[in-house]
């Protein structure tokens, strides 16, 4: 036998080894991988979300990166920035979070306000006397105002603080006495729910406002809040260590790759890492247009600055969710405008009793041009994906991961799409399949 | 400072000087200043280039990369030879065979457009490489290096586009040139 032939003997042994270490290597990453993610399940949305926002924030780093700075320096000096951002934002925020007194008198007014205009829905019809609606509305809204009232009393010590608040309490002034009037009116409803219908003469069958089912211990199962809180600490350790990343974990990651699939990979992850990062940073643009259209119509609509503003931040933020968001924006806007008293709109001519009617027209203007204008001009048409799998990705996620697995969904569907779309052109263009 | 003082502190500072020289990076960035591509650039400018290459080993008579896939990268030879071919359908012919310090590839560093040859390590090699989009990405976080590297790279297509001029009108009869 010629040498050649030994060695190539020796290499074909050696390949045919290493195949099997690969092979075994893999198969045990992916059951220890698979058992880690399964117990430590609690640990992957604080650091995907650090991640995520690492991701985001990459470009913050990058533009602000000085050449004869070092590295470690130059993210300390960004993260400064962004923690002096968010510092006046929360200072500014926190100006708007109600505290305790201001609580207190929204879930009385918020009560109050409910059941009047739920009573205005019920009585008007049936004083016409022409209206077959009115009872089939009070049977259907009927037990979802009772359990809106459920959950809008005030405990035991909520009304004493109430009554404390009333008097002056705190060093504060004493809470105007229109809403001590809501609080008393709120008192006797609880009663008057069983003979609500009463007054109008109607032979409906009375019903009874069962009191609260105590909660079941909801704890009893999932991690507990010092486990969860200890969890979430990681995801700000995320951000910080990812933002001091300078492509080392990329090169980490490259490294382990085959020879072969050296230079597709790397198109690969670079495509991918384009695909995602327009995406993240498109919606968080297209959710901020959206809050800020939101915040300019509810401002024009007469509603306080701070009100408007925390509004449209949340509707905003939820906005990331498709449909959900305008839903849930619709729900916000649509509450306070049933609470809001006192509202001069900015705009002559609207009537402030119609407030709901303009919150619910301002919703869709901002819908539509959500669709029409924010996201075509911020994401393109990079992200094409088919409605019926929004809906279906948002339904899944829901399911696997509650809220954040909605918000979470949409994501997800543009890292497959766009990663299996990539690999295989790829896998094409490097003639390898 | 007496004699003995003298020696330590010479001692001392020959052996940081030989952990420091012994240090990777400061092996790559001293191997990188030898390769005529990047000979424009300071100590500074290559460290910035050394970090953002990969380090790549193949065996021998393993591909780096064939004849018609895409081009995503430079590659330079830290050791080993690399024999670049070109396959036709019954021959094989081998246009050069490259060693340590010699570069290949750098096409892929202006566009993907098909690589021209097949590149094979002859013998175990130990590449690095540098990739479209990482220099790219130089361009806005550092565009005097980029540029320096851009600049090389554009004159040695233009030294190179001479040079098959000068092999055309070798090779081309006086009296055509011009007609026609």
Same mark, same amino acid.
């Given at each position: 036998m010629s040498n050649g032939q030994e060695f190539e003997e020796i290499e074909q042994e050696r390949k045919a080894r290493r195949k099997v270490f690969y092979l075994t290597f893999a198969a045990l990453v992916l059951i220890v991988g698979g058992f880690l993610i399964w117990k430590l399940s609690i640990l992957i949305l604080p650091i995907i979300v650090g991640a995520l926002l690492a991701f985001v924030f990459r470009p913050v780093k990058e533009r602000f990166r000085v050449r004869w700075l070092p590295h470690q320096i130059q993210v300390l000096c960004s993260f400064a920035a962004i923690g002096l951002v968010l510092f006046f934002a929360f200072n500014t925020l926190r100006k708007h979070i109600p505290d305790e007194e201001q609580k207190l008198e929204f879930k009385v007014r918020l009560k109050y306000k409910l059941n009047e205009k739920y009573r205005q829905l019920v009585a008007k019809p049936a004083e016409e006397k022409s209206n077959a609606v009115a009872p089939l509305i009070e049977k259907e809204l009927g037990?979802?105002? =009772?359990?809106?009232?459920? !959950?809008?009393? #005030?405990?035991?010590?909520?009304? =004493? #603080?109430?009554?404390?608040?009333?008097? *002056?309490?705190?060093?504060?002034?004493? $809470?105007?006495?229109?809403?001590?009037?809501?609080?008393?009116?709120?008192?006797?409803?609880?009663?008057?729910? $069983?003979?609500?219908?009463?007054? /109008?003469?109607?032979?409906e069958p009375t019903r009874t406002v069962a009191p609260a089912p105590a909660e079941p211990g909801a704890a009893t199962e999932g991690p507990s809040f010092e486990n969860k809180l200890s969890a979430w600490m990681l995801a700000p350790l995320i951000f910080i260590f990812l933002g001091f990343d300078n492509g080392q974990i990329r090169r980490f990651f490259i490294g382990l790759v085959p020879n072969r699939y050296f230079e597709l990979s790397l198109t690969v992850v670079d495509r991918l890492d384009d695909a995602i990062g327009n995406y993240l940073r498109g919606t968080l643009i297209e959710c901020f247009l959206v809050g800020v259209t939101l915040a300019l119509g509810l401002i024009l609509l007469g509603i306080p600055v701070g @009100?408007?503003?925390? $509004?449209?931040?949340? !509707?905003? #933020?939820?906005?990331?969710?498709?449909? @959900? *968001? /305008?839903?849930?924006?619709?729900?916000?806007?649509? *509450?306070?405008? #049933?609470?809001?008293?006192?509202?001069?709109?900015?705009?002559?001519?609207?009537n402030p009793n119609d407030l709901a009617l303009y919150v619910v027209i301002l919703v869709v203007i901002t819908h539509v041009l959500d669709d029409v204008v924010f996201q075509p001009f911020v994401l393109g048409s990079a992200v094409n994906v088919h409605p019926l799998v929004v809906v279906i990705a948002i339904i899944s996620g829901s399911l696997i991961m509650g809220l954040w697995g909605m918000l979470f969904a949409i994501p997800t569907v543009v890292v497959i799409k766009t990663a299996v779309a990539t690999f295989f052109e790829e896998l094409k263009d490097y003639r390898i399949i | 400072m007496s004699v003995r003082n003298l020696t330590a502190d010479k001692l001392l500072w020959e052996t940081l000087g030989r952990w420091k020289r012994s240090s990777p990076e400061l092996d790559r960035i001293q191997f990188l200043k030898t390769v005529p591509f990047f000979d424009r650039l300071s100590n500074r400018q290559l460290k910035s280039v050394s970090d953002i290459m990969f380090e790549r080993k193949y065996d021998a008579n393993e591909s780096i990369f064939e004849? &018609?896939?895409?081009?995503?990268? %430079?590659? %330079?030879? %830290?050791? &080993?030879k690399v024999a670049v071919e070109i396959f036709r359908e019954t021959s094989t012919t081998r246009l050069a065979v490259l060693e340590k310090g010699a570069f290949f590839g750098e096409m892929a560093l202006l566009d993907d457009t098909p690589r021209s040859a097949t590149a094979r390590a002859l013998e175990r090699t130990r590449t690095l490489a540098l990739y479209r989009n990482d220099l790219r990405g130089l361009v806005h976080r550092d565009a005097k290096t980029a540029c320096r590297i851009y600049r090389s790279l554009a004159g040695m297509i233009a030294d190179r586009l001479r040079l098959t001029n000068e092999l055309v009108q070798m090779k081309t009869p006086t009296d055509d040139v011009g007609s026609g």
């Amino acid at each position: 036998m010629s040498n050649g032939q030994e060695f190539e003997e020796i290499e074909q042994e050696r390949k045919a080894r290493r195949k099997v270490f690969y092979l075994t290597f893999a198969a045990l990453v992916l059951i220890v991988g698979g058992f880690l993610i399964w117990k430590l399940s609690i640990l992957i949305l604080p650091i995907i979300v650090g991640a995520l926002l690492a991701f985001v924030f990459r470009p913050v780093k990058e533009r602000f990166r000085v050449r004869w700075l070092p590295h470690q320096i130059q993210v300390l000096c960004s993260f400064a920035a962004i923690g002096l951002v968010l510092f006046f934002a929360f200072n500014t925020l926190r100006k708007h979070i109600p505290d305790e007194e201001q609580k207190l008198e929204f879930k009385v007014r918020l009560k109050y306000k409910l059941n009047e205009k739920y009573r205005q829905l019920v009585a008007k019809p049936a004083e016409e006397k022409s209206n077959a609606v009115a009872p089939l509305i009070e049977k259907e809204l009927g037990p979802l105002m =009772d359990k809106f009232n459920q !959950s809008l009393e #005030l405990n035991p010590e909520e009304r =004493d #603080l109430f009554l404390k608040y009333a008097a *002056g309490h705190n060093g504060k002034p004493p $809470i105007q006495g229109k809403f001590v009037d809501y609080f008393r009116a709120n008192q006797r409803m609880r009663k008057y729910v $069983i003979l609500e219908k009463a007054p /109008t003469g109607a032979a409906e069958p009375t019903r009874t406002v069962a009191p609260a089912p105590a909660e079941p211990g909801a704890a009893t199962e999932g991690p507990s809040f010092e486990n969860k809180l200890s969890a979430w600490m990681l995801a700000p350790l995320i951000f910080i260590f990812l933002g001091f990343d300078n492509g080392q974990i990329r090169r980490f990651f490259i490294g382990l790759v085959p020879n072969r699939y050296f230079e597709l990979s790397l198109t690969v992850v670079d495509r991918l890492d384009d695909a995602i990062g327009n995406y993240l940073r498109g919606t968080l643009i297209e959710c901020f247009l959206v809050g800020v259209t939101l915040a300019l119509g509810l401002i024009l609509l007469g509603i306080p600055v701070g @009100v408007a503003v925390a $509004i449209a931040v949340v !509707s905003g #933020l939820l906005n990331a969710i498709p449909f @959900v *968001g /305008t839903a849930i924006a619709l729900v916000i806007g649509l *509450g306070y405008a #049933l609470v809001a008293e006192n509202i001069r709109p900015l705009i002559p001519g609207l009537n402030p009793n119609d407030l709901a009617l303009y919150v619910v027209i301002l919703v869709v203007i901002t819908h539509v041009l959500d669709d029409v204008v924010f996201q075509p001009f911020v994401l393109g048409s990079a992200v094409n994906v088919h409605p019926l799998v929004v809906v279906i990705a948002i339904i899944s996620g829901s399911l696997i991961m509650g809220l954040w697995g909605m918000l979470f969904a949409i994501p997800t569907v543009v890292v497959i799409k766009t990663a299996v779309a990539t690999f295989f052109e790829e896998l094409k263009d490097y003639r390898i399949i | 400072m007496s004699v003995r003082n003298l020696t330590a502190d010479k001692l001392l500072w020959e052996t940081l000087g030989r952990w420091k020289r012994s240090s990777p990076e400061l092996d790559r960035i001293q191997f990188l200043k030898t390769v005529p591509f990047f000979d424009r650039l300071s100590n500074r400018q290559l460290k910035s280039v050394s970090d953002i290459m990969f380090e790549r080993k193949y065996d021998a008579n393993e591909s780096i990369f064939e004849e &018609g896939q895409p081009g995503a990268a %430079l590659f %330079l030879i %830290l050791d &080993g030879k690399v024999a670049v071919e070109i396959f036709r359908e019954t021959s094989t012919t081998r246009l050069a065979v490259l060693e340590k310090g010699a570069f290949f590839g750098e096409m892929a560093l202006l566009d993907d457009t098909p690589r021209s040859a097949t590149a094979r390590a002859l013998e175990r090699t130990r590449t690095l490489a540098l990739y479209r989009n990482d220099l790219r990405g130089l361009v806005h976080r550092d565009a005097k290096t980029a540029c320096r590297i851009y600049r090389s790279l554009a004159g040695m297509i233009a030294d190179r586009l001479r040079l098959t001029n000068e092999l055309v009108q070798m090779k081309t009869p006086t009296d055509d040139v011009g007609s026609g």
